[in-house]
């Protein structure tokens, strides 16, 4: 028996599932195109997925996000159609022996600083970026990362009247405590400054192979995050980065100087990655390590189908601590999109490709203020308006083993 979904989609095989839903391959009736569509059952005691649609359509016209098909409801269960992605950033670490190449970093690097700041932009913030929240697209965006799962976000500021969200103490944590803020683990309410610090422990995983906190034991949850807490806390910067480039330090130790309401300079952090891209004399080709891997310097279109079935091979390999967490788990390969010559920033905000630029300017020069930091001082003010009471948020906080 055929089933369908909103009268146009034709439900196929599970393709992958995580606490608030699984996720199905399904096809359009009409055009025959390959959709994903995430079923959640409506008896479920704390129903996400029609708040995380309702993020979807207000993120909808951004580059890597994906676009919404339908939404609604099928007998016992909320759906939502949406665009099909590859194999997220995890699957292809998995693929990659878990070691990615500071080029494949710095490429990464700079896209997931601008998803962040998109986001931001929106005045929402996500509150759970890990590698299995960042997708490849396919087909000529297969270039392209693309940020996914909008259950646990948060408007951190009222676009009316431009007032952020109060600073709060005690909160539970929110999000994957492997890649958590470490006010997040002291139970300070999250905001900008929380997802980009998120993000600089995941390019840390990325060159490291792991994180110094993975593996830990404990005989409850709640004792396992408090030990977490404590390594993240007694690691400092400088031994986390040890044998990597200065700037990954650069950029947490930015991160955790940020105040609460403060706009992150997400230029500077973008540049800093850039000038050492440049230094290390890489060129802006989007020729991923998976796409280099077990087949050599083949032109990116003799690449797919090698990679396709690969990528499906290491897709049924045991992962190492796997995350319960949600995530896509879409055994499908991305067809890299190779450019012809190097591009400093390869999209616009509008999607659009841009020509290229010469190399970007050297970071400001030290100020007195600090003079003992690498970094650039900070603007006068470049904090939000004063406080208002934020909305309630009546979801529940997922917290997820590391």
Known sequence: MELRVGNKYRLGRKIGSGSFGDIYLGTDIVTKKEVAIKLECKRTRHPQLHIESKFYKLMQGGVGIPKIKWCGSEGDYNVMVMELLGPSLEDLFNFCSRRFSLKTVLILADQLITRIEDIHYRNFIHRDIKPDNF??????????????DFGLAKKYKD????????????????????????????????????????????LM???????????????????????????????????????????FQQYLKYCRRLRFEERPDYAYLRQLFRMLFHRQGFTYDFVYDWNMLKFGALPATCQTGVADRAIRAAAHTKKQEPDTSEYYTYPLAPEPWVTRAPLWRPYGRDGERVPPRAPPAPPPAHTARDTTSTLPGRPADTADTPDTPPQKDGRRHRQVQC
Not at 135 to 148: H, S, T
Not at 208 to 237: C, D, H, M, N, V
Request: charged residues 25%.
């Open 135 to 148: 997708l490849m697209g396919l087909g000529k965006r297969g270039n392209i990362v693309y940020i996914i």
């Open 205 to 247: 995983y990325f060159n490291r192979g792991s994180l110094p906190w993975q593996g830990l034991k404990a005989a409850t949850k709640r004792q396992k995050y408090e030990r977490i807490s404590e390594k993240k806390l007694s690691t400092p910067f400088d031994e986390l980065c040890k044998n990597h480039p200065i700037e």
């Open 159 to 202: 676009p009316h009247n431009n007032q952020h969200i109060p600073y709060r103490e005690n909160k539970n944590l929110t999000g994957t405590a492997r890649y958590a803020s470490i006010n997040t683990h002291l139970g300070i309410e999250q905001s900008r400054r929380d997802d980009l610090e998120s993000l600089g422990y995941v």
